[in-house]
Each structure stands twice: as C-alpha cells, then as structure tokens.
C-alpha cells in the first residue's frame, strides 16, 4: 500500500463527494456536515484526503482562522477497514508540515469516546474541557498539538534563573488545600525568597494526567491552577525517540522492573523536561527516583525530590542557565532567509515593546532588497527551531549588525555569548576594524552578553573595537588609538606590565588583540587527539558536527595533578600530542585564554564542571594520578589556528628565540614564544 495525502480543490468534485460519502458513514461520532461545508473547507485549502490509488482511505477537514494562529481540526476520518495503517497519522503530519508557520493544532472530542490513547498517540495533549451543545450536554475535551513555537519562543521570558518542571504529584500537592503532611515539602517550592530563583513548569504528560483524574470537581480545580505555571511543549517526535532510549537503558539495567503502562508515563515526564532543554525534575514519587540513574545518564535530566531544589537551587541553576556542552552536541545550523519569508519570523523575534510586528518585518524585507548586501541569517537547533536571527555586512572596515535577535530559550545566554564571538571573528576574517550592532532594540540577554564582550554605547548602538595585533602594549595601544579615533572614541594609553587581571580585560574587549609585555603568563598544553577532536573538532570527527557557532565559549579540559606553576589569567596554546604516524598530526592548532584552575577529586570536579565539557565521570576519574586527584582547565574564547604549527616548525621557533621547548606536559612557555607561534598561526602567506 502506498499511501498519498493530498489537498482537494472546490473543482475535485469527485474527492469532495467521496469525503463527503465517507464523513455521512460515521455522522453519529463526527456529527452532520452538509456538503457545502467540505466545498468551503476545500476551496479555503483546508481539505486533505489520503489515498491509496484511486481509493480514499481517510480525510481531514480544517480551518484556517484568519484572527487566530492555530489550526482548527474539525473531522479526523479514517474508513473503519483502514485504521491502524498510519492514515491518521500522515494526515496531521501533512497539516504540520503545511502549516507549521502557524501556532497549533486545536480539536475537540466527546470525552465518553475514549479516544484519548489516540489522540496521545498522535502528539495532542489535552487542554481543558468544555460541555456540548447536545441534549445531554456531553462533556468535550480539548486537544492541542504544539508546533513548535508558543513555548520554546514565549513573548515573555522568565526571569528565573531555573526553571523546574513538575510531576502531577507534586502539582496536586501545591494546589490541594489540606495544610501540613508530606505535602508541605511541595509547597515550600512556591516560598516567596524562591520567588525570582526558580520557575515551576509542566509538560504535557502533565495535562494527561489531570485528563486522567476521575471526579469531575477534582479535575477542575487541578485545571483552574494550571495557568500558574509555565507550560513547556517539546517536539513530540524528539520526546518519542527520547523516551524509547530510555525504556531501552531500562530493560538492559534494570531487567527485573515491569515496564507497564505506569512506569511508561512516569518516563514521559523526564523524556519531555529533557528534550525541552530542562534539566531538573522535581518529584516525590518513589518509582521516578528508582529511575534517576538512567535520567540523568540517558536523558540529563536530575530527578530530586522538592527539598533538593530548595536546598540546591544555586548549583542546579548553574547547571541549567549556562551549558555549552549543549551546543556542541547539537546539529546547529544557518541559512539564508528567503525573500517573503520575513513574516514567519515575527513571531519569534518581535520582542520589545514599540517594536510592532509589521515594522519588524518590513525592516526585515527591506533589508533584504537594499543595495547593501547584507547576510540575513536565521540560526536553528538540531530539530529546526529557530534560536536566533542576525544581519550583517562588511562596510569598509566596519561589519554592521542591523538585526541582533535570540529566541527565549533555555540555551539564550550561551547563544548570546556565541553569536557576539562569532560576529567578532567574522569581522576579523573580513578585515575589519569594528564590529557595529545598530539594532535599537537587541535581545535583553544579547545587551547584557556585549557589555560582558567589550561593546560599548554610542548614539547609534553598540560599539566594539577589532584589534588584530599580538604585540607589546604600545603596538596594541596604538592600533586600538587609531580606530577609535575614526569613531571619535578616547582610549586610555596602555603600558607594559601590565598585570594579567587587567590584561585579559583588554584582550576580551579588543579581542583579538594580545598583549604580550603584560605580566600574563603563557602555557602550552598536550592534548590527545580524542579529546581535540571532542573539544575543538581538530581533527575533524568522522561524525557530522556542527561548526555554525564555532568553539564554545567557555570549556573544560581535565588532566592529571600536578604544581607546575599554573596561574589565572592565561594564555594558553593547545598542543595535539600524538599523530597517526610518528611526528605526523603533531602540531598546534590554537590558543584559549584559561580563566580557573582547579585541583580535586575527580567526582568533586566533575559535577562543578560536567556542564561546561564533554567529558563523563569515568573519563575525568582516568585523569587522575596516584594522588586520586585530577586537575580541571577552564578556559574560553578558543581561536583555531587557520594555519596549525607543526611540530617541526614549533621546533624551529624556539630554537631560533633560544628557548628550551617541553613537550611532555603541560609547560609555561615565554610571551615571545607565544608570539611567535600565535603569529605563525595566522599567517597568511
């Protein structure tokens, strides 16, 4: 059988009478629709039929609400003798697909049906409940199925720093009104000192769960507090594929456990925080905590009960806000944004107040047919959600950034820190001396990142300075002078000796400027090609990885102890010690500035430090040395090398300063030895 969805037009009158024939079979579930009906819904693009050849198999029949952004799904069809072949299924995908710049789907089905199991099925979630207009007033509930944008990219983003989702245990304790019992432990999560720390949240197996709940006035309060919480709808399909690599971990670690519809609902609840980008479950129901292991080694989602998020909120918001780790195993990708797509982007990043959609979007479409060529670029994940829009071009000798926007999301700061490096560096490859945002109205979250990046006001926006010297203070100075002076800018004049606290200020602000007669220490580090290839893809990975944002900006590398006279700020060269052929793929292949150094217990290091790498617990424990202690590098803003220094002509740069060259370990080297090797790298001829 080979199944096709099609539209049907008002001149198909044959396909319009065979859905209509098909819709009378079942008038008694679907209710009376006269045929002029399905011509209307035909003529206003909203009838689909699946066929197999000449026969019709199923249809659906929709709306397309003009003052509303949701789709309206008035008959789901399928023939009694097709069902179960996937009918339903690839009509409401058509309807995704079709429609997806629009918010959802929206359906109604009598509850006495009990057809929840296939609306689940289908990725709906309930979402409310209203009574028919029948004579016995039969109750309906609502279905929605999310596509994609009203959660991920809310018009209002939190302010907390951590967001909670919660299980229907815990969400019946902190809107029951009995006083005192284990309760209590629930609702000290809504405590006002929480109140700007946390935000609690739902998923819908949430809403599936209140559906569930059997007296009617029981089900209705639990609905009348939802609106209290943040609602969080992942992509069904990443939630599906997620929750069977969990019921497969399950089944080979824990093969005694019945995996029955109950424990099947409970994973629903980590599958769906997981795949939303959360972390933190908070729960009080013993059989998830059974389960936390595989959470949190599958899906990296840290089930605790109510009490640990109050006692730990601090160090599982760090965890939370900040994890670049996330980019790096993320298919990220940037494209162009086509002509008359501007529209669709309104949504999600029409975000400040006296910035009305359509002069978002004709500013956006005006750009696009100025004489300027400018980059319009909108950044999506790895499941196609935009995160974020920038344009750009290259004027001269300044790269001008009209358009700066990220999307609400949980991954916002470390987006913003990207975007504004990978802006800088596309400066620098371009030759220019000033990277502009001249967008009134940037993200929050992008303002906060320029000001932390160097970027500074002026009356036309922000403002940072591109010097691409490696050299003494007055060199650095002096370049930094000179452009500033094009922009009318006062700089103060810097000096050598500078100490490395100061110096690394003014790296990061004229990045990518260093300073080399500061007092800021240098250091080469060995690396295995393992672990350069996870960290900075060199060399290159067999797998597809992304390169759209770079190098994170911030990371963690773990080695053995040790006292080596390792002191912060520095600069740091990364070293790929072993080739595949004698001294073959020895080489350098970039710098990093290192901003913590920290010596423990590899368990310790690992958990302060497991949202920023790549690592496992086991492989930080492997650093470790007859001590039992392990040393954790964090450093940022890595720069790969366009031309890598091989080890031969590593080799020749020291000789020829007369400096002593150690290989074996990680190892200060002198400023001018940076200098020569960071330059090496970057030559261009």
Request: glycine share 8%.
């Amino acid at each position: 059988m080979v199944i096709k969805v099609l539209p049907v037009s008002e001149s198909q009158t044959d396909l319009l009478d065979a859905a209509v024939s098909l819709g009378d079979r079942y008038t008694r579930t679907l209710g009376l629709l006269t045929p002029p009906a399905y011509r209307k819904a035909a003529e206003d693009g909203g009838l689909l039929v699946a066929l197999d050849g000449d026969e019709l198999l199923g249809y659906a029949l929709f709306g397309l609400p003009k003052r509303s952004p949701h789709v309206r799904l008035a008959h789901l069809c399928v023939a009694e003798e097709h069902r179960g072949k996937g009918v339903a299924r690839l009509l409401i995908q058509t309807i995704r697909e079709r429609h997806s710049q629009r918010l959802g789907i929206k359906a109604k089905c009598r509850r006495d049906y009990d057809l929840s199991g296939m609306w689940s099925s289908l990725g709906f979630v309930p979402r409310g409940e209203a009574l028919g207009r029948g004579r016995d007033k039969e109750t309906l509930d609502g279905w929605w199925l999310d596509l994609g944008h009203a959660d991920l990219f809310a018009e209002v983003e939190s302010d907390a720093l951590l967001v909670v989702t919660v299980d229907h245990g815990v969400f019946a304790d902190i809107g029951g009104g009995k006083p005192g019992g284990e309760a209590e432990e629930s609702r000290a999560l809504e405590a006002g000192w929480l109140a700007d720390l946390i935000e609690l949240a739902f998923t819908p197996q949430l809403l599936r769960d209140v559906r569930d709940v059997a007296a009617h006035a029981e089900r209705q309060h639990q609905r009348a507090a939802l609106p209290s919480m943040r609602q969080i709808t992942p992509d069904p399909d990443a939630v599906a594929s997620r929750h069977g690599e969990l019921m497969t971990a399950i089944s080979e670690r824990l093969p005694n456990l019945q995996l029955d519809a109950t424990l099947r609902s409970r994973l629903h609840y980590v599958a769906e925080t997981s795949c939303a980008g959360l972390q933190v479950l908070a729960t009080r129901d013993p059989l998830l905590f059974l389960l936390a292991d595989v959470a949190w080694e599958v899906a990296g989602v840290k089930v605790v009960s109510p009490a640990v998020v109050t006692l730990h909120v601090d160090e599982l918001r760090q965890a939370q806000v900040y994890r670049p780790a996330d980019l790096l195993g993320t298919e990220f990708s940037a494209g162009e944004v086509a002509q008359g797509a501007e529209g669709e982007l309104v949504a999600f990043f029409d975000q400040a107040d006296g910035d009305s959609g359509s002069a978002f979007e004709e500013r956006l479409r005006a750009l696009g047919t100025d004489s300027v060529l400018w980059r319009r670029e909108l950044l999506r994940d790895g499941e196609g959600h935009p995160v974020a829009l920038y344009v750009w071009a290259l004027d001269g000798r300044t790269l001008t950034v009209p358009v700066l926007r990220t999307a609400s999301h949980v991954l916002e700061e470390t987006l913003a820190r990207q975007l504004l490096f990978m802006l800088k560096r596309l400066g620098r490859e371009g030759g220019a001396q000033v990277v502009r945002i001249t967008d009134q109205r940037p993200s929050p979250v992008a303002r906060a990142a320029a000001g932390d990046d160097g970027f500074f006001e002026q009356a036309d926006g922000l403002t940072a300075l591109l010097v691409d010297v490696c050299g003494a203070a007055t060199e650095v100075s002096s370049a930094a002078r000179e452009i500033a002076g094009r922009l009318t800018v006062d700089i103060t004049a810097l000096h050598a000796g500078l100490p490395p606290e100061v110096a690394s200020v003014v790296e990061r602000a004229w990045w990518p400027a260093k300073v080399t007669d500061s007092l800021m220490p240098s250091f080469l580090v060995p690396i295995e090609p393992r672990w350069s290839a996870e960290l900075f893809n060199v060399p290159a990975m067999l797998l597809p990885r992304s390169d759209v944002l770079g190098i994170s900006r911030e990371h963690v590398y773990y080695r053995s102890s040790g006292h080596r006279s390792e002191s912060v700020p520095a600069r740091l060269l990364w070293y790929v010690s072993r080739g595949t052929s004698g001294a073959q793929g020895k080489m350098v292949i970039g710098s990093s500035r290192l901003d913590e150094v920290l010596i423990d217990e590899p368990d310790a290091l690992f958990s302060q430090f497991e949202h920023l790498g790549v690592y496992g617990r086991s492989e930080v424990r492997s650093a470790a040395d007859s001590s039992g202690r392990s040393m954790a590098l964090r450093f940022s803003d890595t720069e790969i090398f366009p031309r890598p220094v091989t080890l031969g002509r590593l080799n020749v740069l020291a000789q020829s300063l007369g400096l002593p060259l150690s290989l074996m370990s990680l190892s200060k080297i002198s400023s001018a030895l940076f200098q020569a090797v960071y330059e090496e790298g970057h030559r261009k001829t």
